[in-house]
């Protein structure tokens, strides 16, 4: 039996995530379940895309990912299953879908096709994901789902690119955490280690390795656990020091430059 992680905004104070939980019970009895992240902000694709970016490469091969942020759910959007490699994605074509890259095999899911009865208009990640997970749990062949799309025309995901600069990168803050810490899309590995980050023209942070390098309220450039280049304050928040918030420009260049 695969393992299926979940990842939702279905929060924990409601009804939700438990009849979820109870949809692949029934649907793939035992199966072996990881929960990612219930309490991404509803409808917040960029945060959940983020999110399913930095969880993807810990989880089980032959994992089974049902990640549903969904607010056009009842709608013509499409509602899809994907081979990633190893792993298996099911989510809405909201961006979300597309949000690890290219797929190898990717199907809209029909319910028809699964024997299910017709979903709610309203809850959906009950009805058609959690089955669909399950259905994959189980072995079952993806193709089977329903009809076959063209993985080139999926809505693409929402998360921007890091620009490249003559002397660095342009990146972007794509998430802040409960610590205050502000995640850009620049991988660490982008870097060769002798970079400063600057927000302003006059704002301006050093790369350390840790958090306890930084001193007293220094805002600091490290490496996330996640692999991405992060602006953080040892024991504060990053983005009450600096102001930023998510979609802001953090420019990252060589310490040898002379810029900013």
């Known amino acids: 039996m695969r393992p299926v992680a979940l990842l939702t905004d279905f929060g924990l104070s409601d009804h939700y995530v438990g009849v979820v939980h109870a949809v692949l019970e029934k649907h793939a009895p035992g199966v072996p379940r990881i929960d990612i992240d219930h309490l991404v ?24 990912v049902m990640a549903v942020v969904d607010p056009g759910v009842g709608t013509d959007r499409r509602a899809l299953a994907l081979a990633l490699g190893r792993r298996f994605l099911v989510a809405p074509d909201n961006g979300l879908a597309a949000s690890l890259g290219p797929a190898s095999d990717v199907v809209e899911i029909d319910w028809r096709s699964m024997g299910l009865a017709e979903p709610s208009r309203t809850f959906q990640g009950r009805d058609l994901f959690a089955p669909a997970a399950a259905w994959l749990a189980r072995g079952e062949d993806l193709t089977q789902m329903g009809s076959e799309v063209d993985a080139d025309i999926l809505v693409s995901c929402p998360l921007p ?28 590995s982008s870097v060769d280690g002798h970079v400063k980050a600057a927000w302003t023209s006059d704002e301006v942070a050093r790369l350390v390795r840790t958090y306890g390098e930084a001193e007293g309220d220094e805002v600091v450039l490290l490496e996330g656990s ?13 983005a009450m020091a600096t102001g930023l918030r998510r979609g802001d420009s ?6 040898d430059d002379g810029g900013g």
């Open 41 to 64: 902000p509803p409808g917040d694709i960029w945060e959940a895309s983020f999110q399913l970016r930095c969880a993807w490469p810990h989880l089980p091969a032959g994992c089974v």
């Open 161 to 188: 690119d890091p620009e490249p600069l003559t002397s660095g990168y342009q990146a972007t803050v794509v998430s802040v955490d409960r610590f205050g810490n502000l995640a850009t899309n620049l991988p660490g």
């Open 226 to 238: 996640a692999g991405f280049l992060e602006l953080a304050v040892n024991g504060g928040s990053a």
């Open 250 to 255: 953090v420019r990252i260049t060589h310490t």
